[in-house]
């Protein structure tokens, strides 16, 4: 895929550390507030507030990248409107949640996201945002801006508090984020920038096709989209647990955006599924090679009433099952 924007740079990265380890327990909730989140406020749950606070952050900042490993205890998080005025907002971040002890709860200006361990969500920061996390870790992967506009060919502000769906590309990115953060402490100079430069290229290849097959849009229903579900449709025609909501998971959007797309063709989410069973119930029952019985086509097409079968299929095609397979 040839891609616009700037291009990987000898300038050397660096490795960073930090740990409220190394300062006394009375100061800790200052060290990390001032000397670690220097891009955001921190407020601390009334709770914990006795108890020391722990948090450690390991990082490796490139010219187009940067990846940091952070634990901590429970947090609030904020990034003002004037904070993204001041700091740029030039970065696109990927955020993987390794672990957390509760749902991660990400407020913006116009969504709301909840995170669990194993998500992996899409930040802007030149957006505004509130995080409430109780004791987590996360693995947040910071990409230039203008690299990720490049791919998805526009701004990439519409990605913004999108968590991504468990496919099996995502799943690869978030495990090679893992990995990459958990060798971080023991690699050497040269091996951090080769992972670095290689993740980058992972991370924006997944985006590439994450904003192509599965269009997370809030405009017009997307041709890719549409696309994607016949395949997964056509895939599935015999699971009998084929719905709108299990589609909708599936393809990573709304169950309302699913809805739309099938309603601007012209029919329902499930007139379309059952147009798709029927047609390839003829084609196996037309088929002389094809031994199945009535009754096992038609399971194997997502049908479990015979009866209702026949109706359908008769309504349909004008003619019974039994006749289309005598040859009538």
């Known amino acids: 895929m040839s891609r616009k924007g700037p291009g990987p740079s000898s300038e050397p990265g660096r490795y960073l550390e930090a740990s409220t380890a190394f300062v006394p327990d009375r100061l800790s909730r200052e060290f990390w507030r001032f000397g670690v989140l220097n891009r955001s406020e921190a407020d601390f749950h009334a709770e914990d507030i006795s108890a020391p606070y ?46 957390v002890d509760r749902e991660v709860r990400i407020e913006g200006p116009v969504h709301m996201a909840r995170v669990n361990a194993g998500d992996l969500i899409v930040l802007d920061f030149a957006k505004p945002v509130t995080v409430d996390a109780g004791q987590y870790r996360e693995v947040n992967f910071r990409l230039a801006r203008p690299l990720v506009a490049a791919v998805v060919g526009r701004d990439p502000a519409f990605l913004n508090g999108r968590v991504l769906p468990r496919t099996p590309l995502t799943q690869m990115l978030f495990a090679n984020l893992r990995d990459f953060a958990d060798a971080l402490p023991t690699m050497e100079q040269a091996e951090r920038e080769a992972a670095l430069e290689a993740s980058t290229e992972f991370a924006l290849q997944t985006l590439d096709f994450v904003v192509r097959g599965f269009e997370i849009d809030d405009g017009a229903p997307s041709t890719h989209l549409f696309e994607a579900a016949e395949r997964i449709i056509d895939r599935n025609l015999g699971l009998r647990r084929l719905s709108p909501d299990w589609l909708a998971h599936k393809l990573g959007c709304s169950r309302s955006a699913l809805y739309r797309l099938f309603r601007v063709r012209g029919h329902s989410v499930m007139e379309f599924v059952s147009e798709k069973r029927l047609t390839k119930a003829f084609a196996s029952l037309a088929d002389p090679d094809n031994s199945l019985t009535i009754a096992d086509v038609a399971a194997s097409c997502g049908f479990d009433d015979p009866s209702s079968f026949s109706r359908m299929f008769r309504r349909r095609f004008g003619c019974a099952p039994r006749a289309l397979r005598a040859g009538g």
């Open 54 to 99: 722990r948090g450690r952050v390991r990082g490796f900042i490139g010219p187009r990248s940067q990846i940091r490993d952070g634990r901590c205890d429970p947090i609030i998080l904020r990034r003002t409107t004037e904070m993204c005025r001041r700091d740029g907002g030039d970065e696109i971040l990927l955020s993987a949640a390794l672990h």
